[in-house]
């Protein structure tokens, strides 16, 4: 719990201060994925992480967004989703996706307080409503 919540204080630390940076007027790019964790996704999985967060957004909005899915059921349940839920959630994806979690279990946590730092910022309604046209679509 401890490391949980050391990540999210520095992950919204990072954020605030390049929040604050675009409000000085310094046209930064953020990141979607911070800087300290970008590091040990690749390391992780062998693969940049822009392109590991593609699948798991992917697949977030898929658990999250629709009947059936883990989270979703959670949600609907509990209208809460905890850090174990996100954690478990996690595990359980990069077990499917074939990654050992012997190498990648050390991403893990920071990976699922990074979803929950997104869904708590951005909004679950907000990433399943980002979704709703991309189903539409396919």
Avoid at 21 to 40: C, F, H, I, N, S
Avoid at 51 to 68: M, N, P, T, V, Y
Wanted: charged share 20%; hydrophobic share 45%; net charge negative.
């Amino acid at each position: 719990a401890d490391e949980v919540s050391d990540e999210l204080n520095q992950i919204t630390v990072q954020q605030a201060q390049m929040a604050e940076t675009k409000a000085l007027g310094d046209e930064t790019v953020v990141p979607l994925v911070p800087e300290q964790l970008r590091g040990r996704i690749e390391k992780a999985t062998g693969e940049s992480a822009e392109s590991f967060w593609q699948k798991i957004q992917a697949k977030l909005r898929e658990d999250l967004c629709k009947d059936g899915g883990y989270l979703h059921g959670e949600w609907k349940q509990y209208q809460d989703l905890s850090t174990k839920d996100v954690v478990t959630w996690t595990i359980a994806f990069m077990s499917a996706l074939g990654y050992a979690l012997s190498t990648a279990g050390v991403a893990i946590v920071p990976i699922a307080v990074w979803i929950l730092h997104v869904l708590l910022n951005i909004g679950i309604k907000t990433v399943c409503d980002e979704a709703a046209p991309a189903a539409t679509a396919a």
